[in-house]
C-alpha cells in the first residue's frame, strides 16, 4: 500500500493549525495573567501611595472640626467665665513636642486633650486613640503624636491645611528664632513661617543696642508666632527715617501673634510704632508692655504707627508715645479694618490729632472698633480725644464703635477736646 502525499500533508497541516491553537491559548493565558498581576500592582501601588493621603485628609477634616468646636467653646467662654475647659493648662510646666521635625517647647496658653476629653466638645472624630494639644487662645490644635504623612514627616493643622489647598507645607518654610540675630532671617526670607523658642534681649547685641540700633525689617509679609515669648530692650534710634518699628512695613498677607515686646526705646520720622511703622496685616495677642516711642513726623503708635485692611485683636499697649501730628496709645493712623479687644495706657502727646487710643481715623473703607479701651492720659493742643483724636469719613464709608471707652485724663489743650472723641 503506497503512501498518500495528500494525507501527510493534510495530517501536518492539521498539527500546525492545532499548535496555532495551542500557543494561541497559551499566549492568551499569558496575556490575561499579565494583566491580573499589573492591575493588582496598579491597585497596591495607587492604595498604598494614598493611605497617607487618606488619613491626612480624614485628620485635616477632624482637626478642623475640633478647632471650631475649641473656637466656638471660647466665645462662649467670653460670655460665661464658669464654662470649663477639659485638658489642663500647660501654662505653667512646658510640654516638649517634636512638630515638624523641630523640638519645641509649648507652654503659652495650651491645654493637652485626650480622646475622651475631645469627645466632649466634637463627635467628628475618628481617631479615638490619639490626643491633641489646644491653644485656647488661638484655636490652633495640633496632634501630640505627630501626623505621619509622606515621608515619615510630621505636620501640624496650618501645615495640613496649606497641603490640602496644594501649597508647600509651612514647615518646609519655617525657620526657629533663638537669639537676636535670628531675626534677620525675617529679613532674608519675609514670606517665611517664624517661631521664637526663647526670650531675645536685644541688648546683648551691640549692633542692635547702640548708634541706631535695629534697622526695621523692611517689607514683612510671612507669619511670625511668638509663642508667649518675649522680645526685651529694642532700640531704634532713626529720627530722619520713615517706616519705623520692629517691623518697617507689614503687608495683608501676614500674619503676628503671641509676642510680648518690653523696653522699648523707638524713635522715628513719619509712620512710627514699636511693632510697625504702617501695618495691614492680622496682629493677635501681642502686648507691647514698657517703654517709649516717638515720632518726629505724622503717624505715630505705640503699637502701629499706621493700620488698615485687616484686624487687630486681643492687643495691650502700655508705653508712652510722643510725636507731631496723628499720634495714639495704640494707633497713630487708623484707615479701615477691625480693632477689637486693645487696650492702651501711658502718656501720649502731640500737637494735633491726639488720642488715647487712635490719634486719627481717616476712614476710607467699612471699619469696626469693638470692646477696646483707652487709659491712656492725653496732652496737645488740637483735636484731642480720650479714645480718637479725629474722626473724618472720605466718603459714605461707615465707622462703628460699639462696646468701647476711655477713662484717661485730658490734661492740656485748646480745642476741639473731648472725653470720647475730639472732632468728628
Same mark, same amino acid.
Given at each position: 500500500m503506497g503512501i498518500s502525499l495528500k494525507d501527510?500533508?493534510?495530517?501536518? %497541516? %492539521?498539527?500546525?493549525?492545532?499548535?496555532?491553537?495551542?500557543? =494561541?491559548?497559551?499566549?492568551?493565558?499569558?496575556?490575561? &495573567?499579565?494583566?491580573?498581576?499589573?492591575?493588582?500592582?496598579?491597585?497596591?501601588?495607587?492604595?498604598?501611595?494614598?493611605?497617607?493621603?487618606?488619613?491626612?485628609?480624614?485628620?485635616?477634616?477632624?482637626?478642623? @472640626?475640633?478647632?471650631?468646636?475649641?473656637?466656638?467653646?471660647?466665645? *462662649?467662654?467670653?460670655?460665661?467665665?464658669?464654662?470649663?475647659?477639659?485638658?489642663? $493648662?500647660?501654662? *505653667?510646666?512646658?510640654?516638649?513636642?517634636?512638630?515638624?521635625?523641630?523640638?519645641?517647647?509649648?507652654?503659652?496658653?495650651?491645654?493637652?486633650?485626650?480622646?475622651?476629653?475631645?469627645? %466632649?466638645?466634637?463627635?467628628?472624630?475618628?481617631?479615638?486613640?490619639?490626643?491633641?494639644?489646644?491653644?485656647?487662645?488661638?484655636?490652633?490644635?495640633?496632634?501630640?503624636?505627630?501626623?505621619?504623612?509622606?515621608?515619615?514627616?510630621?505636620?501640624?493643622?496650618?501645615?495640613?491645611?496649606?497641603?490640602? !489647598?496644594?501649597?508647600?507645607?509651612?514647615?518646609?518654610?519655617?525657620?526657629?528664632?533663638?537669639?537676636? !540675630?535670628?531675626?534677620?532671617?525675617?529679613r532674608q526670607v519675609p514670606s517665611g513661617y517664624?517661631?521664637?523658642?526663647?526670650? +531675645?534681649?536685644?541688648?546683648?547685641?551691640?549692633?542692635?543696642?547702640?548708634?541706631?540700633?535695629?534697622?526695621?525689617?523692611?517689607?514683612?509679609?510671612?507669619?511670625?508666632?511668638?509663642?508667649?515669648?518675649? #522680645?526685651?530692650?529694642?532700640? +531704634?534710634?532713626? $529720627?530722619?527715617?520713615?517706616?519705623?518699628?520692629?517691623?518697617?512695613?507689614?503687608?495683608?498677607?501676614?500674619? +503676628?501673634?503671641?509676642?510680648?515686646?518690653?523696653?522699648?526705646?523707638?524713635?522715628?520720622? %513719619?509712620?512710627?510704632?514699636?511693632?510697625?511703622?504702617? &501695618?495691614?496685616?492680622?496682629?493677635?495677642?501681642?502686648?507691647?508692655?514698657?517703654?517709649?516711642? =516717638?515720632?518726629?513726623?505724622?503717624?505715630?503708635?505705640?503699637?502701629?504707627? *499706621?493700620?488698615?485692611? @485687616?484686624?487687630?485683636?486681643? &492687643?495691650?499697649?502700655?508705653?508712652?508715645?510722643?510725636?507731631?501730628?496723628?499720634?495714639?496709645?495704640? #494707633?497713630?493712623?487708623?484707615?479701615?479694618?477691625?480693632?477689637?479687644?486693645? !487696650?492702651?495706657?501711658?502718656?501720649?502727646?502731640?500737637?494735633n490729632n491726639v488720642g488715647g487710643l487712635i490719634?486719627? *481715623?481717616?476712614?476710607?473703607?467699612?471699619?469696626? +472698633?469693638?470692646? $477696646?479701651? !483707652?487709659?491712656?492720659?492725653?496732652?496737645?493742643?488740637?483735636?484731642?480725644?480720650?479714645?480718637?483724636?479725629?474722626?473724618?469719613?472720605?466718603?459714605?464709608?461707615?465707622?462703628?464703635?460699639?462696646?468701647?471707652?476711655?477713662?484717661?485724663?485730658?490734661?492740656?489743650?485748646?480745642?476741639?477736646?473731648?472725653?470720647?472723641?475730639?472732632?468728628?
Amino acid at each position: 500500500m503506497g503512501i498518500s502525499l495528500k494525507d501527510i500533508f493534510k495530517n501536518d %497541516e %492539521e498539527r500546525l493549525l492545532e499548535d496555532k491553537r495551542k500557543n =494561541s491559548i497559551k499566549l492568551l493565558i499569558g496575556l490575561c &495573567c499579565f494583566l491580573i498581576v499589573l492591575i493588582i500592582v496598579f491597585v497596591i501601588i495607587r492604595y498604598g501611595a494614598n493611605i497617607d493621603e487618606v488619613r491626612r485628609e480624614n485628620i485635616t477634616t477632624d482637626i478642623q @472640626n475640633v478647632r471650631t468646636a475649641v473656637l466656638g467653646r471660647a466665645a *462662649a467662654y467670653v460670655q460665661d467665665p464658669s464654662i470649663g475647659y477639659p485638658g489642663y $493648662s500647660l501654662e *505653667a510646666e512646658g510640654m516638649t513636642l517634636n512638630i515638624n521635625g523641630i523640638e519645641e517647647e509649648y507652654r503659652y496658653g495650651y491645654y493637652l486633650l485626650s480622646s475622651g476629653d475631645l469627645v %466632649e466638645i466634637s463627635t467628628a472624630l475618628n481617631l479615638p486613640r490619639e490626643s491633641y494639644i489646644v491653644n485656647y487662645d488661638t484655636g490652633d490644635v495640633i496632634n501630640v503624636t505627630g501626623v505621619k504623612f509622606k515621608g515619615r514627616r510630621y505636620h501640624s493643622y496650618d501645615d495640613l491645611v496649606a497641603i490640602a !489647598s496644594g501649597k508647600p507645607a509651612l514647615s518646609d518654610n519655617t525657620y526657629i528664632i533663638r537669639k537676636a !540675630s535670628d531675626l534677620e532671617k525675617m529679613r532674608q526670607v519675609p514670606s517665611g513661617y517664624f517661631k521664637l523658642s526663647a526670650n +531675645i534681649d536685644m541688648s546683648e547685641n551691640l549692633g542692635y543696642s547702640t548708634g541706631e540700633g535695629w534697622e526695621p525689617i523692611p517689607e514683612f509679609n510671612g507669619n511670625f508666632d511668638g509663642r508667649g515669648y518675649t #522680645i526685651s530692650n529694642l532700640k +531704634i534710634n532713626r $529720627s530722619t527715617e520713615k517706616y519705623v518699628g520692629l517691623f518697617g512695613k507689614v503687608t495683608s498677607n501676614a500674619n +503676628i501673634t503671641n509676642l510680648k515686646i518690653e523696653n522699648v526705646n523707638v524713635v522715628g520720622s %513719619e509712620y512710627t510704632g514699636a511693632l510697625a511703622g504702617d &501695618c495691614k496685616g492680622y496682629v493677635s495677642f501681642v502686648h507691647i508692655n514698657s517703654g517709649e516711642v =516717638s515720632g518726629t513726623d505724622g503717624s505715630t503708635g505705640g503699637l502701629v504707627g *499706621a493700620y488698615d485692611i @485687616n484686624q487687630i485683636s486681643n &492687643c495691650t499697649v502700655k508705653v508712652n508715645v510722643d510725636g507731631n501730628a496723628d499720634v495714639g496709645g495704640a #494707633i497713630g493712623t487708623l484707615l479701615g479694618g477691625t480693632i477689637n479687644r486693645v !487696650s492702651s495706657e501711658g502718656y501720649v502727646t502731640a500737637a494735633n490729632n491726639v488720642g488715647g487710643l487712635i490719634g486719627q *481715623a481717616r476712614i476710607s473703607r467699612t471699619t469696626y +472698633i469693638h470692646e $477696646s479701651i !483707652s487709659k491712656s492720659t492725653v496732652n496737645g493742643t488740637n483735636n484731642l480725644g480720650g479714645f480718637i483724636g479725629s474722626i473724618t469719613l472720605t466718603s459714605s464709608k461707615d465707622l462703628e464703635v460699639a462696646n468701647s471707652y476711655a477713662r484717661g485724663a485730658i490734661q492740656t489743650g485748646q480745642s476741639n477736646i473731648g472725653g470720647m472723641f475730639g472732632q468728628i
